[in-house]
């Protein structure tokens, strides 16, 4: 059994991951913290360090947040693109260096990208240029960490659970349930393999 923090927790690709750690004990956490464990905010390099502090001895983190804008890109203001590229993409790059120093020997990282990045829609220029330089980062610093330490990210497509949220702005896909997306958190807590992006796709 592995101890494994999950980081946005109580959304619904959060409940996706957590499908997939049914063999592990599973800590939870959030931005507001709200139904679990522990509070962080992945944009807080502090509130980073202070997380995993606390917990002390891990095994995984899987990370499934990143805030993003949306807009036309000729609409899309600095702030926009700051908000999207702090949490994303230097959100989760913080967490990878920072945890670096606390995870087991041999432990995990696995990030959260976007088929948007590969499939490009209206309104997400933010969302898929951020989906796909994790993509690229988890590829490259997988070569780079340190004892053992694997690394890799789920780019998933648009959860059956998110449809009605979403489904509006996709037209044309086809959404896949959370517990196949699980799969995938699962296959990269419990396997060997590192610096892959595991596209889930229908």
């Excluded at 905010?41 to 805030?67: E, H, R, W």
């Excluded at 009605?164 to 037209?171: C, I, Q, R, S």
């Amino acid at each position: 059994m592995k101890t494994v923090i999950v980081i946005g927790a109580q959304g619904k690709m959060g409940r996706a991951a957590i499908s997939g750690m049914s063999k592990h004990r599973v800590i939870t956490a959030s931005r507001s913290g709200g139904g679990c464990d522990y509070k962080v905010d992945i944009t807080d390099p502090a509130s980073i360090v202070q997380l995993f502090k606390t917990i002390g001895k891990f095994d995984a983190v899987v990370n499934t947040v990143g805030v993003c804008e949306y807009a036309p890109f000729m609409d899309m203001t600095a702030e926009q693109w700051d908000t999207t590229i702090g949490s994303k993409l230097i959100g989760q790059i913080n967490l990878v260096k920072i945890g670096a120093e606390y995870i087991a020997d041999g432990g995990s990282f696995t990030l959260i990208s976007g088929i948007l990045n590969l499939k490009p829609i209206p309104w997400a220029i933010a969302d898929a240029t951020t989906s796909g330089a994790i993509d690229t980062f988890v590829k490259c610093v997988a070569n780079e960490l340190p004892r053992g330490i694997r690394i890799n990210v789920v780019n998933p497509t648009v959860l059956t659970e998110a449809w009605d949220v979403y489904g509006e702005m996709m037209p044309g896909f086809q959404p896949v349930p959370g517990s196949l997306v699980g799969k995938a958190f699962e296959r990269s807590v419990d396997g060997f393999i590192t610096g892959q992006v595991l596209v889930v796709d229908a």
